[in-house]
């Protein structure tokens, strides 16, 4: 799809609840390790990046990762895998950004804010969340 057809907009993910001193880092292309940061006591995680909206819609960016025909998503690396190689984890963070509701793209587009998804970072058993993780929340922040 020619760029011409496509919309730049800010997405930003926030990991609620991270486990404390284990790196979290946004994947980049297929294996780069971007902005690494770590949280010392389980304040959120922040993490923004561009994303290339067109119509459909459709997702497109070096964050932005695809499988199948829809599905289109976000890794946060984690641990070992976020440049950490002391941590005990070497993980992934799944986060879907093809479900993103058309009113909250509508309203990034015309620069309103970015998307902000909100997830969980630690998992049920008290490590770090990975795999596919639920939004909790999507919202415009501003």
């Known amino acids: 799809m020619p760029r011409a057809d496509q919309t730049e907009i800010r997405f930003r993910i926030v990991i609620e609840q991270p486990v404390p001193g284990v790196r979290h880092s946004l994947q980049t292309g297929d294996t780069g390790v971007l902005d690494p940061k770590e949280s010392k006591a389980g304040e959120p995680l922040t993490f923004d990046f561009p994303v290339r909206v067109a119509p459909g819609p459709k997702f497109f960016g070096d964050q932005v990762r695809r499988e199948g025909p829809v ?15 002391g941590s005990e984890w070497t993980r992934r963070m799944k986060i879907d950004v093809q479900d993103t509701p058309q009113e909250l793209l509508d309203r990034a587009m015309a620069g309103e804010g970015a998307v902000e998804l909100t997830v969980g970072g630690t998992g049920k058993d008290g490590t770090p969340a990975c795999a596919t993780v639920k939004v909790r929340q999507r919202r415009i922040a501003r």
């Open 71 to 85: 599905r289109r998503f976000v890794y946060i690396r984690i641990g070992q895998s976020a440049g950490d190689h």
